[in-house]
């Protein structure tokens, strides 16, 4: 594979409306081989025998069956509050209201 030049890197650069200086097209011409380097042996190392994963060990979703179970009271939700107001929680105001 050939090394992408600072021609192909200024036009990325200009496809990316980014704006590289003359020294950054060297160092990102050496970054991005590096890269497509590392892509390229990895495309080698594929093979039609191993499928792609997303994931180097399996991932299995567990599911449980939702079970449907009394939920709190209003009284029992606000038992714990530190300030409560007509079956409410009250909390302090954050913001002020400006008309």
Known sequence: MAAISREEVAHL??????????????????QLD???????????????????TSHSVPLTNVFRDDVVVPGLSQEAALS?????EDGRFRVPR???EEA
């Not at 390229?40 to 594929?46: K, L, N, P, Q």
């Not at 714990?80 to 409560?84: F, L, Q």
């Open 13 to 30: 650069a200009r496809l990316s409306r980014l704006a590289v200086t003359e020294q950054e097209l060297d160092t990102f011409a050496g």
């Open 34 to 52: 590096v890269i497509l380097q590392s892509v390229a042996r990895v495309g080698e190392v594929a093979a039609a025998d191993i499928p792609p």
């Open 80 to 84: 714990g509050a530190p300030d409560a």
């Open 94 to 96: 954050i913001l002020d």
